[in-house]
């Protein structure tokens, strides 16, 4: 897809106030990313689109007037990209898109009488299906992971990150936006996880998930373990980290977890 294109209550185009196409990139970019934002686009989405109108605006001009922009302007952008910069055919896609969906919305405001990037050719790109674990893979995870966890420096965050991931293959967004409170022990029989989303328009997407109740006992030792994390960064030792949420440490430290079970049971392939 081409990416949303704002809309008025009338289901038009909506136009920013005073934008004209002597307007500078940059002040047409900012207005670009408010509407988005009044549209309420994923959040990754308006990153992804922006940054790139960015890097388009620094080849380009980002003071040069929207109304001198043409067809030729942008494909010479493009084309370093490809040989220049090298980026990615899942990159140059989607900002081949960013381009599309931005001078679409400006023309169907009629802030632009003509869109210069409707010329633009736009190739799908197939993403690579994911390398998964072998059922003999997942029990040396498993082993690696209870071995971290009651090794000489015990741990038992890299077993629970992972027994949780592999029982209910949440992605990775929603595990960072667990809190203790959507972990359920009222049944320890039967614990479950409650999968929430505080963005409404994605609360068809929460569910309740079993858990297995073996898990119960790591995830008791967890939550020790997570509290005398909080008391130091209470105490200053850590005034820099992230302390809240059912795994108070960055995207990037989980993932180094994942990797140390991987390391730690001689997995060729990256958890």
Do not use: M
């Amino acid at each position: 897809p081409d990416g949303p294109t704002p809309t008025a209550a009338n289901g038009e185009a909506a136009a920013p106030p005073g934008l004209g196409p002597g307007a500078s990139l940059t002040a047409a970019i900012l207005a670009w990313r408010q509407h988005l934002e009044q549209e309420r686009s994923p959040e990754n989405t308006v990153k992804a689109f922006i940054g790139d109108l960015n890097l388009a605006a620094q080849f380009t001009g980002a003071y040069k007037n929207i109304g001198q922009i043409g067809t030729r302007d942008l494909d010479n952008w493009l084309q370093w990209q490809r040989t220049q910069k090298k980026c990615s055919p899942k990159t140059y896609a989607r900002r081949v898109t960013s381009l599309k969906s931005f001078f679409r919305w400006l023309h169907a405001a009629k802030v632009l009488p003509t869109d210069p990037a409707a010329a633009l050719i736009q190739q799908s790109v197939l993403s690579p299906l994911p390398d998964i674990l072998s059922e003999s893979e997942i029990d040396a995870a498993l082993a690696g992971a209870k071995a971290l966890w009651q090794g000489n420096s015990p741990n038992p965050t890299p077993y629970v990150l992972f027994t949780l991931l592999l029982k209910t293959g949440i992605k990775k967004g929603e595990c960072l936006s667990l809190e203790p409170n959507h972990v359920d022990l009222a049944d320890p029989a039967a614990p479950v996880l409650w999968v929430r989303h505080k963005d409404t328009r994605h609360r068809y997407k929460e569910r309740k998930l079993a858990l297995d109740p073996t898990w119960v006992a790591a995830y008791q030792a967890y939550l020790t373990h997570r509290a005398e994390y909080i008391t130091r960064l209470q105490q200053g030792k850590k005034p820099t980290q992230r302390a809240e949420g059912l795994f108070p440490w960055s995207p990037r430290r989980l993932e180094y977890w994942l990797q140390d079970i991987s390391q730690a049971a001689q997995l060729k392939k990256q958890i």
